[in-house]
């Protein structure tokens, strides 16, 4: 994702956009992803290659498998474990136990959101 951004605004005449309105946006599953990738860019210091981003409908929320087991209807338990968050990451386990944002959006820190674009 930061080499795309890189190289759209190394080559933005070529493309003939404007390299200082570049956002990111997705709905749904793509703000879950565009929200990830925002957090990459603060880690990595390069917020300031989008100008912001838009999540629409996005999925950051609390996960089922959070709920309290008596808290969740019948029809919706079939759901629990059903994304495959291990997928999504090298070190799942790490990741999982420390509540690590890139797996868990809603669990980014004040000093961590302060470095989105």
Known sequence: MIAALKYFKENAAEFNIDD?????????GGA??????AILLGRENQSDLVKS???ICPMLGRTLE????????E???????CIPYSLL?????????????????????????????
């Open 32 to 37: 879950y992803t565009v929200m990830v990738a």
């Open 20 to 28: 200082t309105k570049l956002i990111l946006g997705g709905g749904s």
């Open 53 to 55: 981003m838009v999540l």
């Open 66 to 73: 959070d709920a309290p087991a008596d808290q969740v209807p």
């Open 75 to 81: 029809w919706e338990k079939s759901f629990i474990n």
């Open 89 to 117: 990451v090298d070190d799942f386990d790490k990741k999982h136990k420390n509540r690590d944002p890139l797996l868990y959006p809603f669990e980014i820190s004040v000093e961590e959101a302060k470095k989105l674009p």
